[in-house]
């Protein structure tokens, strides 16, 4: 596996434990048991899974109200889509987009 596919498949399960631990929270919250701190649930979001953060949020309806939570997933999901264009404005984006489009079609 090239360097490509494994931050693909990274990212990819980065955001879907984020949604799962969303989902867990939102359990625990109705049953009253133990909860997932909000730091931890951030910090997914920070580290990759800000995709994964928001569908579990709309999705579940999960922290769609609770400040100043909302507003700092928005910001890490902000700081992600300002990496990416950045990324996409590199000369080097198409090279790495093809090759790795031609990894995972092999």
Do not use: Y
Request: charged share 15%; hydrophobic share 55%.
């Amino acid at each position: 596996m090239t360097i490509s596919q494994t931050v693909v498949v990274i990212i990819l399960l980065i955001n879907i434990a984020t949604f799962c631990m969303f989902w867990w929270d939102k359990e625990a919250a109705r049953e009253g048991h133990w909860r997932i701190p909000e730091a931890r649930l951030l910090g997914l979001a920070l580290i990759g899974g800000s995709l994964g953060a928001v569908a579990g949020q709309q999705l579940l309806r999960h922290k769609t109200r609770k400040e100043p939570f909302r507003t700092e997933l928005m910001q890490i999901l902000a700081l992600h889509i300002f990496a990416l264009i950045a990324w996409l404005s590199s000369p080097l984006w198409k090279e790495q987009a093809l090759a790795l489009a031609g990894q995972l079609g092999s």
